[in-house]
């Protein structure tokens, strides 16, 4: 972990309080940078529909770009699993040849059973876990009652 991961990521977490608060979704930030340390993208949940994920709706803003130098910051680990979707978040993530991931709180079962960071790990993705910042997740995330899941 860098100090840049942190500001990044606490970018991602500053995004997710523009995502409209619903009973059925988490609030969520994701900012996508590039190997040079610039923003490419950023998105948040239902930013452009009522479904889009935060890390679904910054890849989109980066169709047919080379992101395999790129890191991407979610405030929440990426899904697994995706009922309004054909592809989780993880699976998106994949696609765009991202080899880093960084966030700071790992999917509550509340929703449903995620499995992100394995799943990016056994494909060769970094993924960085900045668990001290868990706690703005939870925050933002106050209407669907996050529990505290620290050992």
């Known amino acids: ?5 942190r500001q990044w990521l606490e970018a991602a977490i500053a995004l997710s309080y523009q995502s409209p608060p619903v009973s059925f979704a988490y609030a969520v930030g994701a900012v996508v940078v590039g190997p040079d340390g610039a923003r ?3 998105g948040y949940s239902r930013e452009t529909d009522p ?3 935060a890390e679904e709706a910054a890849l989109a803003k980066l169709a047919d770009t080379d992101l395999s130098g ?3 910051y979610s405030s929440l680990e990426p899904c697994s699993t995706r009922r309004s979707r054909p592809r989780s978040c993880t699976q998106l993530i994949l696609a765009a040849g991202i080899r880093r ?3 700071a709180l790992r999917e509550p079962p509340l929703l449903a059973d995620c499995h992100a960071v394995e799943l990016l790990q056994a494909a060769g993705v970094e993924v960085v876990e900045i668990p001290d910042l868990a706690d703005q997740v939870r925050a933002v995330n106050g209407h669907l009652l996050l529990p505290d899941q620290s050992p």
């Open 101 to 103: 991931v960084v966030f």
């Open 70 to 72: 790129a890191t991407i």
């Open 40 to 42: 490419l993208a950023t």
């Open 1 to 5: 972990m860098t100090d840049h991961d």
């Open 51 to 53: 479904y889009v994920h």
